[in-house]
């Protein structure tokens, strides 16, 4: 079955650079998002279309998507960046969520 | 503005039939640019997709809760529903209602519901 793989934690200090992965076979041939979860929250669209930002998601947001990974990256982390991140795809006309990734920043 | 609020019953009794709506404004769910989803996430756990409706009536489900699951638009009270049945206490989880328009991303989120399954 298709399952998209995330670390379960990444931790940044402010001002540094995040990367947060997001793994399958050939993942690169379809497009991923990324939503970005602050606890008691709802979920909030940051990279759409592998690397395509919403309206009003700041530019240290951005995304890449080659080979078999996905990647969310947050240039210049700030501790408003700190939640739970999750990739999402699809695949045989299912919907699929990576397990989520926990950023810290400290 | 685009909102989405869910809304039905916090507690359900396992074996029962789980039933919830999104009211939606500032957008019509007829709109043939749109489709509309639930999401499901269970406490301290990750996001579980369960299935989406476009305006077209067309649907897709999440395989594992296919047998169980009826999603609905209403466009008369510009709403979308979901019917859940034969819940068990795995079904206990914050659904969230979303909407998209291209390519199954979702643009915009409901606050999402706690639904709990107990007797």
New interface residues.
């Given amino acids: 079955s298709y399952e998209l793989t995330q670390p379960p934690s990444v931790s940044v200090s402010p001002g540094q650079t995040a990367r947060i992965t997001c793994s399958e076979y050939k993942l690169g041939s379809k497009?991923v998002?990324w939503?970005q979860q602050r606890p008691g929250?709802?979920?909030?669209?940051v990279i759409?279309?592998d690397n395509k930002r919403?309206p009003g998601i700041p530019e240290r947001f951005s995304g890449s998507n080659s080979g078999n990974t996905a990647t969310l990256t947050i240039s210049g982390t700030q501790t408003m960046d700190e939640a739970d991140y999750?990739c999402?795809?699809?695949d045989s006309?299912?919907?699929?969520?990576?397990?989520?990734t926990k950023l810290t920043v400290l | 503005q685009l909102q989405l609020q869910e809304s039905g019953p916090g507690l359900v009794k396992p074996s029962e039939t789980l039933s919830l709506t999104c009211s939606v404004s500032g957008r019509s769910v007829g709109s043939t640019s749109d489709y509309w989803a639930w999401i499901r996430q269970s406490p301290g756990k990750g996001l579980e997709w369960i299935g989406t409706v476009y305006s077209r009536a067309s649907t897709y489900f999440n395989p594992s809760l296919k047998s169980r699951l009826t999603v609905s638009l209403d466009t008369s009270k510009n709403q979308f529903s979901l019917s859940l049945n034969s819940v068990t206490a795995a079904d206990t989880a914050v659904y969230f209602c979303a909407m998209g328009t291209a390519n199954n991303v979702f643009d915009f989120w409901g606050q999402g519901t706690l639904v709990t399954v107990a007797s």
């Fill in positions: 497009y998002s939503y929250q709802s979920p909030l669209l759409f279309e919403p999750f999402q795809s699809w006309d299912t919907v699929i969520f990576g397990g989520g």
